[in-house]
């Protein structure tokens, strides 16, 4: 039988390590050709090869998401070396909890410039490809990486929160532009995934509070998120998964 995304084109943002780097295995496992894109190029050559070993087809792009010039040379290359993309994997992100009163002020600005701008650039840079693409092949996909943090309050998660809360809320309204133009929108929220998006936490009560809960629950994996991923692209084109929340069996 032909693999579901035969034929098709995904670009991959924060794709050097955690769900980014298990989605292009993925998606390729599936048959889509894979740009990855992430700022550590050595990480992203590596995933290239391997992807190549399984018989996959896979660029790799270092661009920083913050830097909209650098989104709109990414997609340019995409178009010229793969095909122009109908599927952007939108998932680049950083989570720094900490409490308000501490003024963690460059984190917060941190987590919305890569977790807000970046993600504006990376769709910037795409959408027009997903219109034009979806217009040929029938179908493309936005799928922007949220987080249950987008609903449901952790302590001391208020500015990460925010940022997942407007992944969330632009999700659905894109979806409400670019549906017409047979461009599925999805937003995917998952619970605790172990990565190495925990590594980055600097706040000694955040780290208490994620070993607490590493000991007290199995976490998700990053293959997790990315059979999601798969199996949301995969669906007849008629099918919009709008919001996915996928969490550890144990969270609450
Ligand atoms: P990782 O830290 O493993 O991955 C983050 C990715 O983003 C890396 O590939 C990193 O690559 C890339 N990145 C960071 N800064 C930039 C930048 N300025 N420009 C380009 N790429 C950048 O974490 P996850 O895989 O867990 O995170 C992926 C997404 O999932 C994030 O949006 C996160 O918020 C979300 N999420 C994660 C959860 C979890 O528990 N892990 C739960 C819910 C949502 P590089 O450093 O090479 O640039």
Request: without cysteine.
């Amino acid at each position: 039988s032909v693999a579901p995304l035969t034929g098709r084109v995904a670009a991959i943002t924060g794709a050097s390590s955690g769900i980014g780097e298990a989605t292009a295995e993925h998606l390729a496992s599936l048959g889509a050709k894979v740009a990855v894109l992430a700022r550590r190029e050595d990480r992203l050559t590596e995933l290239v090869s391997h992807i190549e070993k399984n018989g996959g087809t896979a660029l790799a792009i270092a661009a920083d998401v913050t830097d909209a010039d650098a989104l709109r040379a990414a997609a340019e290359r995409v178009r010229d070396e793969l095909g122009g993309a109908d599927i952007l994997f939108n998932n680049a992100g950083v989570m720094l909890p900490a409490p308000i009163e501490e003024l963690a002020t460059g984190q917060w600005q941190h987590q919305i410039d890569l977790n807000i701008t970046g993600l504006m650039n990376a769709i910037g840079a795409f959408v027009p490809q997903l219109v034009e693409t979806a217009a040929e092949r029938g179908v493309g996909d936005l799928i922007n990486t949220s987080s249950i943090t987008a609903k449901n309050l952790f302590p001391n998660f208020a500015v990460y929160s925010g940022t997942k809360a407007y992944v969330t809320h632009l999700s659905r309204h894109l979806r409400m532009e670019l549906g017409p133009k047979k461009v599925r929108v999805s937003a995917i929220e998952p619970g605790i995934v172990g990565t190495e998006l925990q590594s980055h936490v600097t706040d000694t009560g955040a780290r208490e509070w994620l070993a607490g809960s590493r000991d007290a629950m199995e976490w998700l994996t990053s293959e997790d998120v990315a059979h999601t991923v798969g199996f949301l692209a995969s669906q007849p084109p008629r099918v919009n998964l709008e919001q996915v929340t996928i969490m550890p069996t144990g969270q609450l």
